[in-house]
């Protein structure tokens, strides 16, 4: 009896010792990486609540800054019409003519040339722009020609990019979608007779007018015989393709078109007075 009780307590000796390995060996390191996952959870979560109470801190001025920077681009856009076209050349030499004492001889309008475009390259070194950065389908939604990461449709982007930002809803600067901008330049060249003073006033008007435009190259010579200056000016004319804007026609303004009548002051000729003569006539034939 006292060698099977002694044999039954090493039993329960060796089993306890079992398990103390096994959970040594294979569930200690078990609970190890739950608790390490865990921490970095936690880890995580923390992060993550403190920017969460960084921006709802700042919340307010996000806003205003985003009310401001949405103003300030509807009031830069609106410099830039939709597009430009020869007829616009030839009205806006008109309005110069209208306010000033100049007489402009001749105008010479070069095609609209691209200065850059907002999801292209900048310009080459040849002076023009390139667009081969990247490309647009008709549904405005761009892709990087390098094959870089884009915004989500849902605004998260890349998570190995944000480290996790994309949870929040934040996405990185270089993920911002760009609307499809384009700048281009159309060249105006005025020959012209002015005098002095109304040259300086042409010249502002131009700088003011409301549409974005500046003067390029200037020739100018006094003319002794009319004592006016005589030149050559060129103004460079801008406009911004891709927004909601639609081309507007000019306004001509009132412009004579000729006479009503373009016989002047003719008047029908009376048929009484010419049948009377020609009555009186055939009677004295009859007397013959």
């Given at each position: 009896?006292?060698?099977?009780?002694?044999?039954?307590?090493?039993?329960?000796?060796?089993?306890?010792?079992?398990?103390?390995?096994?959970?040594?060996?294979?569930?200690?390191?078990?609970?190890?990486?739950?608790?390490?996952?865990?921490?970095?959870?936690?880890?995580?979560?923390?992060?993550?609540?403190?920017?969460?109470?960084?921006?709802?801190?700042?919340?307010?001025?996000?806003?205003?800054?985003?009310?401001?920077?949405?103003?300030?681009?509807?009031?830069?856009?609106n410099q830039f019409p939709a597009e430009l076209r020869t007829?616009?050349?030839?009205?806006?030499?008109?309005?110069?003519?209208?306010?000033?004492?100049?007489?402009?001889?001749?105008?010479?309008?070069?095609?609209?040339?691209?200065?850059?475009?907002?999801?292209?390259?900048?310009?080459?070194?040849?002076?023009?722009?390139?667009?081969?950065?990247?490309?647009?389908?008709?549904?405005?939604?761009?892709?990087?020609?390098?094959?870089?990461?884009?915004?989500?449709?849902?605004?998260?982007?890349?998570?190995?990019?944000?480290?996790?930002?994309?949870?929040?809803?934040?996405?990185?600067?270089?993920?911002?979608?760009?609307?499809?901008?384009?700048?281009?330049?159309?060249?105006?060249?005025?020959?012209?007779?002015?005098?002095?003073?109304?040259?300086?006033?042409?010249?502002?008007?131009?700088?003011?007018?409301?549409?974005?435009?500046?003067?390029?190259?200037?020739?100018?010579?006094?003319?002794?015989?009319?004592?006016?200056?005589?030149?050559?000016?060129?103004?460079?004319?801008?406009?911004?393709?891709?927004?909601?804007?639609?081309?507007?026609?000019?306004?001509?303004?009132?412009?004579?078109?000729?006479?009503?009548?373009?016989?002047?002051?003719?008047?029908?000729?009376?048929?009484?007075?010419?049948?009377?003569?020609?009555?009186?006539?055939?009677?004295?034939?009859?007397?013959?």
């Amino acid at each position: 009896m006292k060698s099977s009780k002694g044999a039954a307590k090493i039993l329960i000796i060796l089993f306890g010792v079992a398990i103390l390995i096994l959970t040594i060996t294979v569930v200690k390191p078990r609970l190890d990486d739950t608790k390490y996952a865990l921490e970095q959870e936690n880890k995580t979560l923390t992060e993550k609540l403190a920017r969460l109470t960084e921006l709802e801190a700042n919340l307010a001025t996000y806003q205003t800054q985003k009310e401001q920077f949405e103003n300030e681009n509807v009031e830069i856009l609106n410099q830039f019409p939709a597009e430009l076209r020869t007829e616009d050349a030839i009205l806006y030499a008109k309005k110069l003519e209208n306010t000033s004492d100049m007489e402009i001889a001749t105008i010479g309008v070069a095609p609209g040339s691209l200065l850059y475009a907002m999801n292209g390259d900048n310009l080459d070194e040849t002076g023009l722009a390139t667009v081969s950065g990247s490309t647009a389908d008709p549904g405005g939604e761009t892709t990087d020609g390098a094959g870089g990461d884009t915004a989500g449709t849902d605004g998260t982007g890349d998570a190995a990019a944000t480290g996790g930002a994309d949870d929040l809803g934040i996405i990185e600067e270089s993920q911002v979608e760009k609307p499809d901008y384009n700048l281009y330049d159309m060249v105006v060249s005025y020959d012209f007779k002015t005098s002095y003073e109304d040259m300086k006033k042409i010249f502002q008007n131009i700088l003011d007018d409301k549409n974005k435009r500046n003067i390029g190259d200037v020739a100018i010579t006094y003319d002794e015989e009319s004592g006016k200056l005589i030149g050559n000016m060129t103004v460079n004319m801008y406009f911004v393709t891709g927004t909601e804007k639609m081309y507007e026609d000019p306004d001509p303004g009132s412009m004579k078109h000729g006479l009503s009548n373009i016989f002047g002051s003719l008047k029908k000729a009376d048929s009484n007075k010419s049948g009377g003569k020609k009555s009186s006539g055939s009677k004295k034939k009859k007397r013959r």
